[in-house]
């Protein structure tokens, strides 16, 4: 066995390494290549090199699939591109140089076969005749591949192992094949070849192998690419010193670079570098912190103003846009009378129907949303009014004024703090000058130090108070303008109390009390109706609520009334007509 197994590997290795061509005749060589061309296969040598120089690898193949060479350096399994089961695989005899094989017969149903395990190098090949040897085997199935090692049994099966996945297909072709030795019929020399596919453990273990390194390269990326993506990591915090502690202070007072030298101070702060030689400069970096409050109050009232302009402005497109499409609905309405609708076409007519609906649907939902903005206003205004119903001695300026007062009193007395701490450090300094030699010590660095920032500190508490006395008089002149105002607005609202009791007059002495609701719907319909409305139109309008109305008394209340209601002429010659327009709050405006 020691001894046939060795032939055996330098058989293989002699067949695998010789680079002449093989040496095995072959009777009739085109069998063998028609039948790898069925499978659009080149028919490779013992060498890898192609048996027909002349091979068409789209023989047999379906148009539109472009033939792929799965001996390509470097490629591992690719499975063939799949036949058509109505295409019918030819199968011819092939010769070789100790057997010769017939191919199957092509109505017989193909056998069952395994399912392919993974990475799957082996094939397990039956129904060999009984005086097979492996030379035999190499001989045949060596042409679809390298073959790395067989096992053979005595009972008429082997295994084989080839180098590459693909050769497996190559060798299940050969499946159904009657294998004849020779010329001889002898029940020993003839077998049915049956090949399948076999499962061992090393090509289980070279496919695992393989999927782990696939496993480890997308790790590998993966990671790469989250490392390519991460955001840099956040600048680190210096510790404190006397030199940074005096950058930092001037930092903190330029409003570009504030909120940097704020993460400092804080991060200062957690750390615990606070102690009893450095307690003022943190106080005073502290409270520069704290004045910059104002600024940001600042920039909060100049932005909500930059919000109330933008609604201003928007409101005011949106009334302008809703009076153009009032206009375009009016013009649709024009169109509707029967002296102009008489003379358009079925198709216009139902044309025009369609653009009035969307034109009036359009309109109702941008006066709805403006509506929707005066209520929301009203609202705010209603809120204000509470609030001053609730204070009616505190209003808006006086209490700003009062708020200004406090501050103000807060720093004159931080201020006076301020100056006895400078003068008491003064006093220690002459005494420590008095008792110690010339030298400076470090104590004498430190209060000189806490001299200049106590110093700092006091310019800028007397900046902050110019300010407010500043403000206080700019707080004092707009009260004064309130108050002028309120006087102004007072008198406005008793000029319109005595128009409105004058109106109120007007209406109880009008004789007819019966069309009194009347002249409110048409007040209101006239108000929707910013061009006027003629008086048949508002007599519709009116007998859709009450059919014992007549144009007549319609007319003479309009009529009754000429501070409420105008009528005026538009248009010219056979276009004249007479218009009603609603004109109350003229009179109330000019009041």
């Not at 063998?32 to 061309?37: D, P, R």
């Not at 679809?144 to 180098?163: L, M, P, V, W, Y």
């Not at 090393?202 to 390519?228: I, K, V």
């Not at 109120?504 to 002249?519: D, E, G």
Request: with cysteine; net charge negative; glycine share 6%.
């Amino acid at each position: 066995a020691a001894s046939s197994g060795g032939s055996l590997n330098r058989g293989i290795h002699n067949m695998s390494m010789d680079s002449s061509p093989m040496t095995m005749p072959m009777s009739n060589p085109n069998a063998w290549a028609t039948a790898m061309n069925n499978l659009g296969m080149a028919p490779m040598g013992m060498t890898g090199q192609p048996l027909m120089s002349d091979f068409d690898s789209g023989l047999g193949m379906m148009t539109g699939i472009a033939p792929m060479n799965p001996m390509m350096p470097g490629l591992g399994y690719v499975p063939p591109p799949p036949l058509p089961q109505d295409l019918p695989i030819v199968k011819e005899i092939i010769h070789c140089q100790s057997c010769t094989l017939f191919p199957p017969n092509p109505h017989l149903p193909s056998p069952a076969m395994r399912e392919r395990p993974p990475g799957c190098k082996t094939v397990f090949v039956g129904g060999l005749p009984e005086n097979a040897t492996e030379a035999l085997i190499v001989e045949v199935f060596g042409q679809c591949g390298d073959i790395i090692a067989i096992r053979k049994s005595k009972k008429n099966f082997c295994h084989i192992r080839f180098t590459e996945e693909f050769t497996v297909d190559r060798a299940l072709f050969l499946s159904g094949y009657r294998m004849r030795l020779g010329s001889s019929t002898d029940k020993k020399d003839t077998g049915r070849l049956h090949v399948d596919f076999a499962q061992a453990r090393d090509d289980l273990y070279e496919w695992e192998c393989r999927q782990r390194m696939f496993a480890r390269e997308e790790r590998h990326r993966r990671r790469m690419e989250e490392d390519r993506f991460r955001p840099p990591s956040p600048p680190l915090i210096v510790h404190y010193s006397d030199h940074e502690c005096s950058q930092l202070g001037d930092k903190i007072k330029d409003e570009a670079a504030f909120a940097e030298a704020v993460r400092v101070l804080l991060t200062w702060v957690e750390r615990g570098e606070v102690n009893r030689r450095n307690a003022n400069n943190f106080y005073s970096m502290i409270q520069s912190s704290n004045s910059h409050i104002r600024q940001l109050m600042c920039q909060k009232a100049t932005h909500e103003k930059e919000m109330e302009e933008a609604k201003d402005k928007f409101k005011s497109a949106l009334s302008g846009i809703l009076a153009q499409f009032e206009q375009i609905v009016s013009v649709f309405h024009a169109a509707s009378k029967q002296k102009a609708w008489d003379h358009f076409s079925k198709a216009q007519r139902k044309n025009l129907d369609v653009w009035r609906k969307q034109a009036e649907e359009i309109r109702n939902m941008q006066n709805e949303e403006l509506m929707g903005i005066r209520r929301e206003e009203e609202m705010e205004m209603s809120d204000d009014d509470m609030e001053d119903t609730h204070n009616p001695d505190e209003s808006g300026p006086v209490s700003q004024a009062e708020a200004l007062k406090e501050e103000n009193d807060s720093l004159r007395c931080q201020l006076d703090a301020y100056r006895n701490e400078v003068e008491l450090l003064k006093q220690e300094q002459g005494k420590n000058h008095e008792h110690t030699p010339p030298q400076h010590s470090e104590e004498d660095a430190c209060r000189q130090q806490q001299l200049t920032f106590l110093q700092q500190a006091l310019q800028g508490m007397q900046k902050q108070l110019l300010k407010m006395c500043e403000e206080m008089k700019q707080r004092e002149a707009e009260m004064e303008k309130t108050v002028e105002d309120k006087q102004q607005l007072e008198s406005q609202v008793k000029s319109l109390k005595e128009g409105l009791q004058s109106l109120k007059t007007l209406t109880t002495h009008t004789p007819q009390v019966s069309l009194s609701p009347s002249s409110g719907i048409i007040s209101a319909f006239l108000h929707v109706h910013p061009f006027g409305a003629s008086i048949e139109y508002i007599c519709s309008y009116l007998q859709q609520l009450n059919t014992k109305i007549n144009t007549g008394e319609v007319d003479a209340l309009l009529g009754r009334l000429p501070c409420t209601f105008r009528q005026e002429l538009t248009g010219v010659g056979a276009s004249l007509e007479k218009r009603w327009r609603f004109c109350g709050f003229e009179g109330i405006m000019i009041t």
